[in-house]
Each structure stands twice: as C-alpha cells, then as structure tokens.
C-alpha cells in the first residue's frame, strides 16, 4: 500500500513517517485490498486551542471504497492513534457489509453518520492559500483536486474542490458517508437523475435534498 504523509501549516518529521509507517499495518490487517492512505496533518496555531493543535487526517482508497477518518490533541502522535481507531472500526464496518451481501443480506440498517471526498491530491509540505480569485473555480480543478483562495483583505479563506458525484442509491450515500465520517453526502440519486445531499439530523434521522431547476419540476 502506498503511504503518503503531507502537512498543513506544519513539517514532517522523520520520526513521525516512521510510526505512521508501522501503525497503517493495522489497516491492511482489516483491508488488504487497500491501494493508499493519504494522511494529512494541520497545524492549528491559535495557542488557545494548544489541546487540539494537531489534526491527523487519514484517507484510504481500497479499490472503488474511500474511507476517511480524523483527530484532534495536543500533538500529532496521540491524535495519528485516535483516527486509526476511528478508521478501523468503519474499515471492518465496510469489510462486514460486504459479507452480508454476499450472503444475501441486501437492507442493512444505516449505523452512526458522520462527503465522501475523492482520494486526497499530494500537497505540499506547508499549505499557504491561493490569492487569484481566478484558481478557485472548481470547474478548472481535476477530479481530488482542492484550492485555497483569501476574500480580499480579509482573514477569510474558501477552500474549493472537485467532487465526482456517482450515480446511486440513499441507501448507498448513506453508508458512503459512514465510511467517510462526515454528516452529509454530496452525489446523484440513480432514481431521479437529480444532484442530492444526504444529511445526519440527530440519531438515527437522516434528511435528503435534492436539486432541481423550475423548469424541469413544471415538466414533470
């Protein structure tokens, strides 16, 4: 499997690769299958937030699968350890629900949500954002791709990036945005032909918007 490791805002050890190389063992015990895992760390620099400076993002491509998890702590070890707990349990969570359908088992029940972005882009070490208004138009990014741009003079940045949304089932979008650990979903409903969005309410209610133009809901 190959191992990408990138930092945001921060540098990357030596010593750091090394544990992350030895750690991701615990994934290909579950995913044998798995292609490569981008792990992003991001330097949080607000000395308030000294507990939660560190996140460790972790992104796994095995095969058509992308399961995605993420951590906060004080440093980038314990927060590396607390998104591979994460990422392991949705790894046998995925491994489990392709047994059941093997078995025949075709309605399974949604567990706890939590975009299913497309596999990470390497990106540099230290990620500054883009200043032309121009770089962030998704239409010119490729599939992964992502760009920074800051409004004006102001602290505010945009991050953009380029989402493939497959044709598929709730059901389906559902248990994709499990695998990647957010609370919605962007893709398009094979039902309907219509751009949808798949959302976590609160327990086990979940919410679906989909897109349409006024034209085609007066012709249907």
């Known amino acids: 499997m190959e191992i990408v490791v990138t930092g945001r805002h921060t540098q990357i ?12 063992n615990r994934v290909t015990a579950i995913a044998p299958d798995a292609q490569r895992a981008q792990i992003v760390v991001t330097h949080e620099g607000n000395p308030r937030q000294a507990d939660t400076a560190k996140r460790v993002e972790i992104t796994v491509i095995a095969g058509r699968t992308v399961v995605r998890a993420e951590a906060s702590s004080a440093d980038e070890f314990s927060a590396l350890d607390l998104a591979l707990d994460k990422l392991t349990l949705r790894l046998r969570r995925s491994r489990d629900r392709r047994k059941d359908h ?16 497309p596999p990470a882009v390497e990106e540099p070490a230290v990620d500054e954002p883009s200043n032309s208004p121009a770089d962030a138009v ?12 800051q409004v004006g003079d102001t602290p505010i940045v945009i991050r953009r990036k380029l989402h493939i949304a497959e044709p598929m089932s709730i059901d389906e979008a559902l248990y994709e945005m499990e695998l990647i650990g957010h609370d919605f979903f962007l893709f398009v409903n ?11 309410r609160h327990g086990w209610s979940y919410g679906v918007f989909e897109i349409d133009t006024p034209e085609n809901v007066k012709k249907d």
């Open 102 to 117: 093997r078995r025949g088992y075709t309605n399974p029940q949604p567990v706890d949500l939590g975009v299913v972005e």
């Open 13 to 24: 050890k030596q010593r750091f690769r090394d544990v992350v190389e030895n750690k991701m």
């Open 138 to 149: 998704a239409g010119d990014l490729g599939p992964g791709e992502s760009v920074e741009v």
């Open 190 to 200: 094979k039902e309907t032909g219509r751009p949808s969005v798949v959302y976590h």
